[in-house]
């Protein structure tokens, strides 16, 4: 996948338990209302997870996680027919049977590959775009496995080695995901945004997840329901440092986002 201007991943969460309240949608009419509002703000790609990875989530049944996606997926389809959808799991099997039963386009895999084994292998049969995120244990140990020498290092070291090994199986289509918040400090995360340049070495559409995470709201003394200006301010520095995608919860906000760096970066190769 190329992007010649960054796009907007909407997130739609059909869990009961996402760490942004506002972001659960498991009726079919919030859902609905969801859809057509990220549309009608100009949402690129629909981001669909059934399984809560906030830190020290639940673990579900693969059955539960797919009876949650499935009908959201199919809403979207009636709705928006012409909009790629992801879905964001880490299971093969999961991934696997909404691109048989519906096409989807994308999947997100916040694991890189790490927690399923057949994970690289399907995408290589399937022949889809694929979203490797770096994670170090699952949700409910990531909290405490955040001891790094290097974090940009070892992150984008990570990422590379897997790279390698999706390209050996004939994977043409990855987008890497430096993983804010998964396994990593608020220090951790900072340096990441940082150095978010040197991500770009990798050779891949690069996509940012910030949308109102504890490295807004704690380093604000907020909610995640009070950070959105500081997502805004975020989203903004990534994408002056060379983000592809935004992955968010306020689709509009993301788009003026882009709209407003595009013209500055523009302004400045005059």
Not at 58 to 74: G, Q
Not at 142 to 167: C, H, N, P, W
Request: net charge negative; aromatic share 8%; proline share 5%.
């Amino acid at each position: 996948m190329t992007f010649r201007t960054p796009a907007v991943m909407g997130i739609i969460n059909v869990t009961p338990d996402s760490f942004y309240s506002s972001s659960r949608t498991p009726a079919y009419n919030s859902l609905k209302q969801r859809i057509e509002k990220f549309i009608d703000e100009g949402v690129d790609i629909f981001d669909i997870g059934g399984y809560s990875s906030r830190p020290g989530a639940e673990d579900i049944s693969a059955e539960t996680e797919f009876s949650r996606l499935a009908p959201a997926i199919e809403t979207i389809r009636r709705i928006a027919p012409g909009f790629p959808i992801s879905i964001d799991t880490f299971r093969s099997g999961i991934a696997e049977k909404c691109i048989d039963e519906f096409g989807v386009e994308i999947i997100n895999d916040i694991s890189g590959g790490s927690l399923d084994p057949e994970m690289f292998d399907m995408v290589a049969e399937k022949k889809c775009a694929y979203v490797m995120m770096h994670m170090r244990g699952n949700p409910e140990t990531m909290s405490g496995l955040t001891q790094y020498d290097d974090v940009v290092a070892e992150v984008i070291e990570d990422l590379s080695f897997k790279l390698a090994r999706l390209r050996e199986k004939g994977v043409a289509d990855v987008i890497v995901d430096p993983g804010f918040g998964f396994a990593k400090s608020l220090t951790q995360n900072f340096r990441l945004l940082d150095c978010l340049p040197c991500f770009k070495e990798l050779g891949a559409p690069l996509l940012v997840g910030i949308s109102r995470k504890s490295m807004i709201w704690k380093t604000l003394g907020k909610t995640p329901e009070e950070a959105l200006n500081g997502t805004s301010v975020l989203n903004t520095a990534a994408l002056l440092k060379g983000a592809d995608i935004l992955r968010v919860h306020d689709v509009a906000e993301a788009v003026e986002c882009i709209k407003l760096t595009r013209e500055l970066i523009n302004s400045s190769q005059l």
